[in-house]
């Protein structure tokens, strides 16, 4: 029961007053994906942030309104940072109406990632529950790029809530083996019903060689991990991306906590046999 | 590490002596923060002079109790801990932390960049010199304002020859003697042969400071009968809580009952953390002017007490009370090692003191224990 975590963290918090001032950056693109989903494309209007790495988060400050953590989804050329956000309140709804040219404030990088080349050569399993899909988006483009054998599963709400319908033909085009549910079809809907972790059974071929990356609601996700680990998947090689209110990014302000873990530090990846414990206690 | 030669032996300053040191301090450019009485209570403020110090006074604590009692000596330090503690200065309640405009481009963020204040702290208890300490690992990130107001403060510490009816820092490791972490080490004495402050030099800048205050060699009999009034204090705790294996403990006590038991006295109101000397959570506002033009981010403490601490979309964590005192205790004792390679207690009884419902961490501590010995037992196989 009792902790056994290591002090100091390997990875310290950066130095200086830096990370708690937003560096600016220009709304270069914006797209609608669902009714409530938006994803900008930030290109810094002076100093960038350093590059973050796949599964690492930033925080977004609209003028005057407030500012939010939200995972990095993509970097495109010219450091420009790829940012999915779903509207859910009063800063999330300011940073989805920003109109190309609006100014974003940006801190980051925060937080651990998804150590995707340390999964090089092994058979990659991403699940994607709703929105959790935008934070897996660089772990698919890594693996497509470095040629792993990858296989996506994705879960969403209803059909009009699935997240970057296209691309994912186009990862499918570029060899991921791409399998997605939605909880509630529609008339046009022809594929399939049902939860994301009922796809989980039949997409694990090689347990012991395989390494998963997890991300949804947290309810999702203790579900697909548990189903990953009935499907033979050790605990430690599933990785799941952990959510509490972060608001420094900097190990600073307690808001993170859960348990032993800062999650802006420590997270938002963990592996799930470090999660397992944590999520056991309720209102832990 | 300053060479040996430069830190002499133990000095003697008289009360003059202290309002010289003081004096000392102001005329070197530093804002000389110490014990005061106000309100009916010894508050930390900025003094003058020494005579704003509260000689003559003490204190008598209990759970969720406070009281200024008159002493029989004219004691300047014969007080435990008060309501506030150090951080109030070097991690302020409320701060700015950056300001915006708006501009053709956007908009443009300006650091705060006022010289942060350089701090004489007077009087500083080795139980919250620990506090410093753990809040320099929590927050003392190079370059932070913190680290800056840190760097400048210049710390007298005062030994601990009476011990309020609170207090356990023998139990923490923390006190009564301050063995670190200071510039000057005083142990205040009033007896027959007067009132009068044998000074422990810690660092360089303590040696010139005192080099400017009237002084003189303290001698080996009053420089053991200080020794000694320090030492007899660590027997004459109000509290103690036994600290071996409280970070087990904490571990292992997630479902126990007696959160619930605490959870229908306590009030979540957040005393305890606001007192709490090494407490550090924090919120940010962000604001903006009726023009919409000028927008700033404040820092301000923040207790995980609060409801909202934890919210997340959809609702927060932790929205019952017994989570919310669970996660404090489990935090302060427990889950601070693994964040921070240490407790986060330091035994000086301020959240005893200032809990309006008198909740008694260390009887929370000892339930927690019984609990857990009477679970073991009935675990046991017969």
């Known amino acids: ?284 | 590490m300053p060479s040996p030669t430069a830190i002499p032996g133990p000095r003697l300053i008289d009360v003059a002596g202290l309002g010289a040191l003081i004096e000392a301090l102001a005329a070197e450019g530093y804002q000389v923060i110490g014990p005061a009485v106000q309100d009916g209570a010894i508050v930390l403020r900025e003094l003058s002079s020494a005579a704003e110090l509260p000689s003559g006074w003490g204190v008598r604590l209990e759970p969720g109790g406070y009281r200024l009692r008159r002493r029989d000596d004219t004691a300047a330090f014969g007080h435990a801990a008060g309501p506030q503690s150090w951080k109030r200065f070097l991690h302020p309640p409320r701060e700015r932390l950056w300001s915006a405009t708006r501009t053709a481009g956007g908009f443009e963020v300006a650091a705060d960049d006022g010289e942060p204040p350089r701090y004489a702290f007077l009087g500083v208890r080795p139980c919250d010199l620990r506090a410093i300490e753990i809040q320099d690992r929590v927050l003392g990130q190079p370059g932070s304002r913190y680290a800056q107001r840190r760097a400048g403060a210049f710390v007298i510490a005062v030994n601990c020859t009476e011990p309020g009816e609170t207090c356990f820092c023998t139990s923490m490791g923390t006190g009564p003697s301050a063995d670190r972490g200071y510039d000057l080490g005083l142990t205040e004495l009033v007896d027959e042969a007067g009132h009068r402050f044998v000074v422990d030099v810690g660092s360089p800048r303590g040696a010139e400071i005192l080099g400017r205050v009237p002084s003189e060699p303290a001698g080996e009999g009053t420089v053991r009968g200080a020794r000694s009034a320090v030492e007899a204090a660590a027997d004459r705790m109000g509290r103690q809580m036994e600290a071996g294996g409280l970070r087990e403990l904490m571990a292992d006590s997630h479902a126990a009952a007696r959160w619930d038991d605490v959870a229908a006295r306590c009030l979540t109101c957040g005393n305890c953390t606001m007192a709490c000397p090494t407490c550090f959570c924090t919120t940010v506002e962000d604001t903006t002017d009726l023009s919409g033009e000028h927008a700033e981010r404040w820092e301000t403490w923040d207790s995980c007490f609060d409801v909202d601490f934890s919210y997340l979309h959809g609702g927060s964590v932790r929205t019952s009370d017994r989570s919310r005192y669970r996660q404090w205790l489990t935090h302060k004792l427990g889950t601070w090692h693994d964040q921070f390679g240490s407790s986060g207690c330091v035994g000086c009884g301020r959240c005893i003191v200032w809990c309006p419902v008198g909740i008694d961490l260390t009887e929370e501590v000892k339930a927690l224990r019984t609990e857990r010995a009477e679970r073991a037992e009935r675990e046991e196989p017969s």
């Not at chain 1, 960038?48 to 003028?63: H, K, N, S, V």
């Not at chain 1, 022809?190 to 991300?215: E, K, M, N, S």
Request: glycine share 10%; net charge neutral.
């Open chain 1, 1 to 284: 029961m009792t902790a056994v975590r290591e002090y100091p963290p390997a990875a310290a918090p950066a130095a200086g007053p830096a990370p708690m001032w937003p560096a600016g950056y220009l709304v270069a693109g914006r797209k609608e994906e669902t009714s409530d989903t938006v994803t900008l494309m930030l290109r810094p209007a002076g100093n960038p942030i350093e590059p973050p790495r796949p599964g690492q988060f930033t925080m977004l400050y609209a003028f005057g309104v407030g500012e939010v953590p939200v995972s990095v989804s993509g970097i495109g050329q010219d450091q420009v940072l790829v940012q999915t956000i779903r509207a859910v309140g009063a800063v999330t709804r300011a940073l989805c109406a920003a109109k190309p040219g609006d100014m974003i404030g940006v801190r980051g990088p925060f937080g651990t990632d998804w150590q995707v080349s340390a999964a090089g050569g092994r058979e990659l399993l991403v699940v994607a529950g709703g929105i959790g899909l935008a934070p897996l988006r660089p772990v698919l483009l890594a693996a497509l790029a470095a040629r792993d054998r990858v296989v996506l599963l994705v879960g969403a709400r209803s059909p009009r809530d699935l997240l970057f319908p296209r691309e994912l033909e186009t990862w499918r085009r570029r060899g991921a083996d791409v399998r997605v549910t939605v909880d509630q079809g529609d008339p046009g809907w022809d594929g399939r019903v049902g939860l994301v972790t009922t796809l989980i059974p039949d997409a694990v071929a090689d347990p012991a060689r395989t390494t998963a990356f997890v991300c949804g609601p947290e309810i999702m996700m203790r579900l697909s991990a548990q189903a990953l680990a009935d499907a033979g998947v050790p605990a430690r090689d599933i990785r799941v991306s952990l959510e509490r209110n972060m608001r420094c990014g900097a190990a600073l302000c307690g808001h993170c906590q859960l348990g032993p873990l800062l999650l802006c530090r420590d997270g938002p990846v963990v592996s799930y046999a470090e999660a397992v414990p944590l999520l056991a206690i309720r209102e832990l």
